[in-house]
């Protein structure tokens, strides 16, 4: 007869569960309280369409019920009640010689959920296997729900988690975003990413900047993945930003390299509002400092975003100096130069020739990537500079130049200065050959220069009504200038 384990669940077995109801209990293979388990089905069922009335008619008792169940290593130790007298006979059944009686008495225990569940952690714990494998069957299955797909709650959680607007709620919020966080080895990956992702949404609020504010000693997590991956998501909703959040500043005086240089590439596009200066001052701290690698990722953002001339030139340096055993060095600089915010930004001669000088005869691609880079601005000199690398001898060189000399937004610009360039070339032609000793090679080059320039006057057509836009500023021209002093004011009209 399999009858053991029963005599023990009515014998000593009360006094057994009585003792367990002080002591903390794995929050592990928890099934979700019956009050949870309709809403988690619909969670899963309407995705964003999912109404959160409910949830929010709940309070704080259902925040914390839904987070519980997400992550329970944050849960609060809980003081169990005994199982009541009816789960424990369906324990004993787990025992009973009948198979069908085991079958009807471990889907009833499944069915039950959190009532059955600490029965079920002490019957996992048998002598008896069969009870023994019956009820971690259940536990398991319990645990196989929670687990599978959680990616399958993220919509669902965000339309929740976007209505949350009372200081409690959002407190509560705070305290369990970073106890995930701390509990982790690394970032949340997979479906837990998702469920994680729209706590910062609303930390990112800037009316909640002293909450996100609580984050902070994650920095200090022993894993800087964990730090770095905070301060990425915070970029992530860098739209909803009036002033760099604090936890970005904090990272650019961090310690550790890995942090700062995630702060830097979120300096780079998170709105500064009142605290620019600030941001500056700490970026070109770091700048300055004698960490290469930091000073040339910050010259990126000193650039693009404060047209810092020493970045600039410490970008072109990079460009120049890199050897060909360290080509991704040069490239990478390159692609810095062409940062979104500095696009069409208006450059002086002097800059412009500096760009220029990169373009080594012996490195065609590289030639290549410094033209598209310097098409990347703009203003009069940019566009002089491609007008004469038309008579560039690398052909691909000089079709990009014609290309982005066409998508120039002012017009009326390009037609006068390849008017003008045509003449100098004339002029250029005819002093050559009239030299003693006429060199064919520069001779031929001004030759082909003259017909790329007619050939793309044609392209571009005789002015209509340009002389009526043309009394306006371009937007192009009402950009600022950035001249070799370092400083920007408005060119004359």
Known sequence: MRVSFASICFGVGMAAWLCMAVVPQPALAQPPPSKLAPILKDMTQQGPQFSAQELHEMGLEGLRMLLDWFFPETAKPVTREPPSQMVLELVSQLADDSFRLREEAAEKLYQLGSAAHTALLKAAESNDAEVRWRATRILRRWQMEREQDMARYGPALAVYLSGIKDKQRLEELAVRVRSVLEHSNGPPSGGRATLVSPFFAVLADPENAPLAARLKPLLDHPNPQVPVYVLNMLANYAGRYKDCPPLLLDALDASRTELILAAIGAAGHVPLGGTEEEVKRRLTRIFHGEDETLKFQVSRVLWSRFDDRQALEHLLAQVKKSSNEDMSRRYEAIGMLRDSRSRNKLLDAETVKKFVELMDPKDQNLRLMVAETLAWYGGEEVVRALIAMMGDTYQPVAQLAQRKLLEQPDKEMVRRLLASALEEAKKTEAK??????????????????????EGLLKLLGKPQGDSVKSAQPSAA?????????????????
């Open 477 to 493: 021209s009402r950009l600022r200038v950035v001249h070799p002093e370092g400083t920007g004011r408005d060119p004359v009209e």
């Open 432 to 453: 050559l050959a009239a030299e003693g000793n006429p060199n064919p090679v520069a001779i031929a080059r001004q030759q082909a220069l003259q017909k790329h320039i």
